[in-house]
């Protein structure tokens, strides 16, 4: 599977952006999509996932209630719809999945062991 990423740029704050992530390849058995980020010199954190079979969602509790996740199975594609961001939402953001069950509940992905990334969106929340 290939994923790549769209939507991101410049906003001020209390702006709005909506990130795309396309994936295209061998899509059939995909258990989840996934949005992780990473400000310069800190961690990947994951931000929010979503199931391919039933929509179950996941938000990190720093995001919850301002940014929304969603899909088009049509078109093998997921959203971050980004509202009211603030400087520290600054970060590259990439999308990752994985085939099956292999991880779990993808609110548990640990980075390291996640094998398919897109190659990532910037996000920069300024004045």
């Known amino acids: 599977v290939q994923l790549v990423e769209s939507g991101g740029g410049l906003v001020q704050p209390v702006g709005s952006l909506r990130l795309s992530c396309i994936a295209s390849g061998d899509t059939l058995d995909l258990f989840a999509i996934a949005w992780f980020r990473q400000a310069p010199g800190m961690e990947h954190e994951g931000v929010s996932c979503i199931s391919t079979s039933d929509g179950t969602t996941y938000y990190g509790d720093s995001v919850k209630g301002q940014f929304t996740i969603s899909s088009d199975n049509a078109k093998n594609t997921v959203y971050l719809q980004m509202n009211n961001l603030k400087p520290e939402d600054t970060a590259v953001y990439y999308c990752?999945?994985?085939?099956?069950?292999?991880?779990?509940?993808?609110?548990?992905?640990?980075?390291?062991?996640?094998?398919?990334w897109g190659r990532g969106s910037q996000v920069t929340v300024s004045s």
């Open positions: 990752a999945t994985e085939y099956w069950d292999r991880l779990g509940d993808c609110s548990m992905w640990p980075t390291t062991a996640v094998n398919y």
